[in-house]
C-alpha cells in the first residue's frame, strides 16, 4: 500500500523554503526533517495555522510559530499591525500557501481546507492519523518555527504522484 | 480601473492594497474588498468593478464558483486568480471558468505587479 514519502515529505521542506524566500528574500535555514517521536508530541510554538487535508489524501498540516517570528514577518511586508489577530491571520495564512503548494505534488486529489488558526497547542490526540507525524523544523532570523506533516493516504484511495 | 480584492486573509488584502500604491499601478483604484466569495458577488453587484483578484480557498463560496457567477453577471470583467492551489489543474480550471491570470502565492511584490501590467494591456 502506497504511504508517504521521504520525496513527498521534501515537497513541505521546498514550499515553506519558497515562502520566505519569496516573502522576504532571506533564506530560511531548514534544521531538521524528522518523524516525531511516539512519547512525545511534535514541537509548536506560539501560533498555529491547521490546515486539513482529504479527498485521497487525510489528515492535517500545521504551520506553528512564535509570536515574534510572525510580527517580524509581517514587518517585512511593510505591515505595522502587529496584534494577535493579524498574527492569528498571518500563521494561517502560511499553512494555506504550504499545503496549497504541495498540490504541484500531490494534484487535485488533496484537497485542502481554509485555515484554522489557535493560540493554544493543537489537540493531538483527538485527530492525530499518523502515530509519527513528520516535522519541519524551520529557523529564520533567530526564530524557530515547525511545519507538521500528518497526512496518509484515504484508505481505499489511490494517489498518483 | 476600479478594483475589487477578494480573499479571506487580512494580511493578503492589506498586501495588496500596498502593492498597488506603486507608480506603474496608479491607473488602479481599490472600490472594496472582500473575505468570502458571497461577499464578493454582493459587491460586485454594488460597486461593478472592471478588475477582481480573486483567491480560491474561502469560506462560504470558494473562489471558483464565485468567478463562474461574477463572469455570468458581466463577461468583460478581468479576474486575476491569486492562490496558493499550485496545480495545474486548478489554474486550468479557473481559466475555463474565466479568469484571465492566474498567480501563485507565495508571489513578490514584482510579481503582483507584472501580473496586473500583463492583465491590462
Known amino acids: ?161 | 480601473m476600479n478594483l475589487l480584492i477578494v480573499d479571506d486573509s487580512t494580511v493578503i488584502r492589506s498586501r495588496i492594497v500596498r502593492i498597488l500604491s506603486d507608480p506603474r499601478l496608479g491607473f488602479i483604484r481599490v472600490v472594496a474588498m472582500a473575505k468570502n466569495g458571497a461577499e464578493a458577488l454582493t459587491l460586485f453587484a454594488q460597486k461593478q468593478p472592471e478588475l477582481v483578484t480573486m483567491d480560491l480557498t474561502m469560506p462560504e463560496m470558494d473562489g471558483a464558483e464565485c468567478t463562474e457567477k461574477m463572469i455570468a453577471l458581466d463577461s468583460n470583467v478581468s479576474i486575476l486568480v491569486v492562490s496558493a492551489l499550485s496545480d495545474k489543474a486548478t489554474a486550468l480550471k479557473a481559466l475555463k471558468k474565466g479568469a484571465r491570470g492566474f498567480l501563485y502565492k507565495p508571489f513578490t511584490d514584482e510579481q503582483l505587479i507584472e501580473a496586473f501590467v500583463e492583465l491590462t494591456s
Not at chain 1, 54 to 81: I, Q
Not at chain 1, 114 to 123: A, F, Q, Y
Open chain 1, 1 to 161: 500500500m502506497y504511504d508517504i514519502s521521504e520525496q513527498d515529505i521534501h515537497v513541505f521542506v521546498d514550499a515553506v523554503s519558497h515562502y520566505f524566500m519569496q516573502i522576504t528574500h532571506e533564506k530560511a535555514e531548514i534544521r531538521g526533517a524528522f518523524l516525531a517521536r511516539g512519547e512525545s508530541f511534535p514541537p509548536t510554538f506560539d501560533l498555529t495555522g491547521m490546515i486539513k487535508i482529504s479527498g485521497k489524501l487525510r489528515g492535517r498540516v500545521y504551520f506553528s510559530a512564535p509570536r515574534a517570528m510572525l510580527a517580524r514577518l509581517l514587518l517585512s511586508m511593510h505591515e505595522s499591525c502587529l496584534s494577535d489577530e493579524w498574527l492569528l491571520d498571518a500563521v494561517g495564512e502560511i499553512a494555506n500557501t504550504i499545503a496549497g503548494n504541495a498540490r504541484r505534488h500531490f494534484g487535485e486529489a488533496m484537497e485542502i481546507s481554509v485555515p484554522e488558526t489557535m493560540s493554544t497547542p493543537p489537540k493531538w490526540q483527538e485527530s492525530a492519523v499518523r502515530a509519527r507525524p513528520y516535522v519541519i523544523l524551520v529557523r529564520w532570523k533567530r526564530h524557530d518555527a515547525s511545519v507538521i506533516v500528518d497526512i496518509e493516504p484515504t484508505p481505499s484511495a489511490e494517489v498518483q504522484t
